[in-house]
């Protein structure tokens, strides 16, 4: 198992900035990429980044230019910087893990999620 621990969420006004941070346990699982993703009332969660341990990323198109992926490696540690958030942000962000363990592959793990809540 994977044991993800997020934590960074919080209130913030429109246009302000919030890090998450979201630490991986060690395991014997190979962990091949992280990513966050988000859940809003009432809609389904959504993909917000990833990245690969190739170093590809990519962000939901709403994100693009506001939010930063990055990883370090040393730390099992991935982050998402988040500035000029909007109300439309709100959501609880979960961190997830894209693992494999031998010759199986796409094993995912969740973090237990971090509200973040954008008010206007």
Not at 3 to 28: D, N
Not at 44 to 59: C, K, P, S
Not at 96 to 118: H, K, M
């Amino acid at each position: 198992q994977v044991q993800l621990v997020e934590s960074g969420g919080g209130l913030v006004q429109a246009g302000g900035s919030l890090r998450l941070s979201c630490v991986a346990s060690e395991s014997a699982y190979r962990i091949n990429a992280m990513g966050w993703y988000r859940q809003a009332p009432g809609k389904q969660r959504e993909l917000v980044a990833f990245l690969t341990n190739g170093g590809t990323i990519r962000y939901e198109d709403s994100v693009k230019g506001r939010f930063t992926i990055s990883r370090d490696n040393a730390k099992n540690t991935v982050y998402l910087q988040m500035n000029s958030l909007k109300p439309e942000d709100t959501a609880v962000y979960y961190c997830n893990a894209d693992t494999s363990l031998g010759n199986r592959y796409g094993i995912d793990f969740w973090g237990q999620g971090t509200q973040v809540t954008v008010s206007s």
